[in-house]
């Protein structure tokens, strides 16, 4: 059954001739476990007891960094293979972006048609990524590194590149037996997503979206993690305006034709974070759990369209 779990999600993207592509910065960084990392930050997680844990976050086992983090080596993560047929961004070979824009772009039609497309591709690869979320598979199968057990909480993020544009897309998911706390954790998560772009129409300051998620994160008993951004989207897959999920006084304002995503990150502790290194697992210093959703979206005349959620 495993290996179906990895295969099908290439298959399913094969068949559009699309490519699945890796975040390139830490902004979007989806694994939330522990780490221990002396070397890059200096510093060590700060956990609570496991006693304290339990009362304070919920029931839910902590997973460690494998040992050779701890002993300074580099842990490398394989790179699936992808025929050559399919269509590649420009930074594929380099691993960092080429192009940086200066300012938010308002897409043309022929632009907006493109998003529609590959937002809608996205949300296909993840809702099928998330049927194979289940106990005893393990995430490597959807991309992703730790194994899956009952009670976890994963976040499935997906990135497609086709016919010249992004989609992006993130949501997270319940493994078998979730505790409750768990549970109000991702619920809060998403609906402070849903509440961000109920209020997206043009003439909008950017950031009112990070005013009202603090707001709601915090009467949830949650905090907003500052480090991990949204951002606009389009043929570069981050492009200005940066969508901070935290107040702030960023002096942007939506307008019509603006793309770009929302993807609150809520934490049960504290918002800080430290990194493996393997230069990309984030994680809570506290040992806290983590929940995230994201959704690209469109500025229409008269409101919003959240491309990928068809």
């Known amino acids: 059954m495993l290996p179906r779990a990895a ?15 890796p975040a390139l910065t830490n902004q979007h960084v989806r694994l939330f476990t522990w780490a221990a990392t002396l070397l890059q930050r200096r510093r060590a997680p700060t956990l609570l007891s496991p006693a304290a844990r339990l009362t304070t976050f919920g029931q839910y086992e902590l997973i460690l960094p494998p040992p050779e983090s701890l002993t300074g080596q580099v842990l490398r993560q394989t790179r699936n293979e992808v025929p ?12 960092h972006p080429l192009v940086f824009l200066n300012r938010p772009h308002l897409k043309t039609p022929e632009e907006i048609t493109g998003m529609r497309a590959s937002c809608a591709l996205a949300k296909q690869i993840l809702d099928f990524a998330i049927g194979c979320a289940v106990p005893g598979v393990t995430t ?19 990135t497609v590149y086709l016919n010249g544009f992004h989609g992006d897309t993130s949501a997270t998911v319940l493994i078998g ?5 768990g549970k109000k954790l991702v619920l809060a998560t998403e609906e402070a997503m849903e509440k961000a772009i109920s209020i997206c129409k043009p003439g909008v300051p950017l950031n009112e979206i990070g005013r009202l998620i603090s707001e709601y994160a915090e009467s949830s008993g949650f905090t907003t993690c500052p480090d991990f951004s949204g951002h606009g989207i389009g043929r570069q897959f ?23 995503t929302i993807e609150p990150m809520l934490c049960q502790g504290g918002a ?39």
Not at 7 to 21: F, M, N
Not at 140 to 150: F, N, R, T, V
Not at 238 to 260: A, L, Q, T
Request: glycine share 8%; aromatic share 8%; hydrophobic share 35%.
């Open 84 to 95: 050559e047929t399919i269509q590649r961004p420009e930074y594929d070979a380099k691993g």
């Open 272 to 310: 800080g974070h430290v990194k493996w290194p393997d230069n990309w697992t984030a994680v809570t210093r506290d040992g806290g759990r983590s929940a995230q959703f994201e959704h690209t979206v469109l500025i229409t005349r008269d409101g919003v369209d959240i491309l990928t959620s068809k």
């Open 238 to 260: 981050h492009e200005p305006p940066m969508i901070y999920h935290f107040r702030n006084s960023d002096s942007g304002v939506m307008e019509e034709n603006m793309i770009f």
């Open 7 to 21: 295969t099908g999600l290439h298959r399913c993207a094969a068949a559009q001739k699309v490519l699945i592509t």
């Open 177 to 181: 037996d979730v505790d409750e706390k």
């Open 140 to 158: 490597s199968e959807i991309d992703c590194l730790e194994y899956q057990m009952h009670g976890d909480i994963v976040n499935i993020d997906i």
